[in-house]
């Protein structure tokens, strides 16, 4: 699909949990600097997929892999990968937002600070820096100290983001990041997104297919374990060459 | 629809049984506590008063032949083992509950889970009974053999609030690491993913994002610790050598005998005459005060991390 600069791509990728095989046979090639929306009804696979790229299936124990995931070319499952590195490079940001039980400053310099940046200011500016990139810079500004969990949730969505930023990614790994928010935060966060992918590659998983249709530039639909379709947004939504795609963005199931 | 609106009769009889029978049995609850704290200070007042709450509570010594009521030694070997057994057992306590709540295989935790709860159920006399043999013994030996020549003569028989220390630390380790384990357990999932996916070793996501989490289950979990150290009676009376003096010998203090506020009332209250027995009382005024504040503590911290 994307012709160059392919940032991500699997060959061949099985995955299982326990007996279970979650994931049968996916190759994909995700563009650099592009946005990519995973679709399908729930327990398709697609937010398993998604664990596969930056490793937190390694997290669950019972599992297998088969296959390989390169990631500038070269295979994330190596036994010699650094996997702290390897995070650092794919920034996750999760359904419900979570950011720490601490304050917004320390919440988005924590990234940094156990990369090892120490020096007070260099921080100061970071945490600027990825909450202004985040959009949320305005809102918190005044009162940076103040605890997250006091924020709403489109706020501590957006914190989650920032604090993703901050530690310089290169790869934005989105699950399903508006499922837990109102429409105006949703709009918000897509706002983001389009702002985002100038300078991220960016996946995102989404339960909504309007969302997948207004921010994405690729579009894969997953079923049963399977990458069923993988084309540019606008053949996915207008003529998709599987049925079951079809069946699936008009509404006939999922 | 009608057999709907029919209400049911023993459910509802049962609901006016009920509720007035569990009020009755919390309000014994609470009364009980009551009566305790009454007569205890019934008891124990008078001697504070005739004697003066300051001088008993500062005073240097015990004789209770003589007429002679300071408690401050006591006092003091209390708090000593306790904070003692804390600096031990605490350190202890919650690296054994990280260990079993996030590193861990279920195979490991079987085996040790079990002893821990064991633990929890033996009695404080053998507790004593393995204080006097292991650790009396192995502190004779170190104060006679190796430390022989700075330790004054009366603090060389083994019996010290060091050992009292280390018993009391292997007693309040099960508290420790089954309500820590608990509180690190209860932190949510997505914290722990997030701060992994930021790429934070297992041990830096322990230690930065987990455990300060987790801290008021864990504060909760070290003031009850303090609870059962403050009130531990027995084991205490086999190793800590019950003597009521105040250790002056700076840090080589570890070594000294001392009393304990509960060990002193267990021991004396059968021989004792009406006012030494008046006496005892009023320490047990002093413990339920210091035990009563605690718990406040504890009740503070606790909300306090809840509403942060």
């Known amino acids: 699909m994307p012709e160059k600069n392919n940032k991500i791509i699997t060959e061949n990728l099985n995955f299982y949990y326990g007996k279970f095989q979650a994931l049968k046979d996916i190759n994909i090639k995700i563009g650099e600097k592009k946005v990519t929306a995973f679709i399908g009804p729930s327990g398709c696979g697609k937010s398993t997929f998604l664990r596969t790229l930056n490793r937190m299936n390694d997290l669950l124990g019972e599992v297998r892999i088969e296959g390989k995931v390169l990631i500038d070319d070269s295979d994330i499952y190596r036994s010699d990968v650094d996997v702290v590195t390897l995070r650092k490079k794919m920034g996750m940001v999760f359904q419900s937002p979570n950011p720490f039980p601490m304050s917004i400053f320390e919440n988005v310099a924590y990234g940094p600070k156990i990369h090892g940046i120490k020096n007070k200011n260099t921080l100061q500016e970071i945490v600027e820096k990825s909450l202004k990139q985040a959009f949320l810079w305005d809102e918190v500004k005044d009162d940076l100290n103040k605890n997250a969990l006091s924020l709403s949730g489109g706020q501590q969505q957006r914190l989650c983001i920032a604090r993703v930023l901050a530690v310089e990614p290169e790869v934005l790994l989105m699950d399903e990041p508006t499922s837990a928010l109102d429409p105006i935060s949703t709009l918000r966060i897509e706002e983001l997104i389009q702002d985002l992918k100038k300078e991220y590659t960016i996946v995102i998983v989404t339960h909504n297919m309007q969302q997948a249709a207004r921010i994405s530039d690729y579009t894969a639909f997953f079923l049963n374990g399977e990458m069923v379709e ?25 | 629809m009608k057999k709907l609106n029919k ?24 009364s009980i506590t009551v009566l305790i704290a009454f007569f205890i200070f019934q008891q124990g007042l008078p001697v504070l008063g005739e004697y003066g709450i300051w001088n008993i509570l500062t005073g240097k010594s015990w004789r209770p032949t003589e007429g002679i009521y300071g408690i401050l030694p006591m006092i ?51 507790y004593g009974l393995f204080g006097m043999v292991v650790i009396n013994e192995a502190m004779r030996f170190i104060e006679r053999e190796i430390l022989a020549g700075v330790l004054p003569p ?17 007693m309040i380790l099960p508290t420790i690491i089954n309500i820590s384990e608990d509180a690190i357990r209860a932190v949510p999932r997505s914290y722990k993913e997030g701060a992994l996916a930021l790429g934070s070793s297992h041990i830096q996501t322990i230690l930065q994002v987990i455990l300060p989490s987790a801290k008021s289950g864990i504060i909760s979990a070290v003031i009850l610790a303090m609870g059962r150290a403050l009130g531990e009676t027995m084991a205490l009376i086999m190793v800590i050598g019950n003597v009521p003096m105040l250790p002056r010998h700076g840090i080589l203090s570890l070594f000294a005998p001392a009393a304990t506020l509960t060990g002193t009332i267990a021991l004396e209250m059968g021989y004792a005459g009406p006012e030494h027995r008046a006496a005892l009382f009023m320490i047990g005024v002093v413990l339920f005060c210091i035990i009563a504040l605690l718990n406040s503590f504890a009740m503070a911290a606790t909300r306090r991390g809840v509403g942060k």
């Open chain 2, 7 to 30: 209400p049911c009769r023993i459910s509802q009889l049962s609901d006016k049984i009920a509720k007035p029978l569990l009020f009755g049995m919390a309000l014994t609850a609470f």
């Open chain 2, 76 to 126: 003091a070997g209390t708090f000593y083992v306790t904070f003692l057994a804390l600096a031990i057992g605490v350190p202890f306590g919650l690296a054994t509950a990280v260990f079993l709540a996030e590193l861990a295989t279920e195979k490991t935790a079987r085996i040790i889970r079990p002893a821990i709860e064991l633990l929890a159920g033996i009695p404080s006399v053998i």
């Open chain 1, 230 to 254: 993988y084309d540019r947004t606008e053949n996915i939504f207008t003529k998709p060459k599987d049925k079951r795609t079809e069946d699936y963005i008009t509404g006939r199931f999922g």
């Open chain 2, 154 to 170: 009366e603090y060389r028989w083994g019996y010290s609030i060091l050992s009292g220390g280390m018993v009391l630390a292997i």
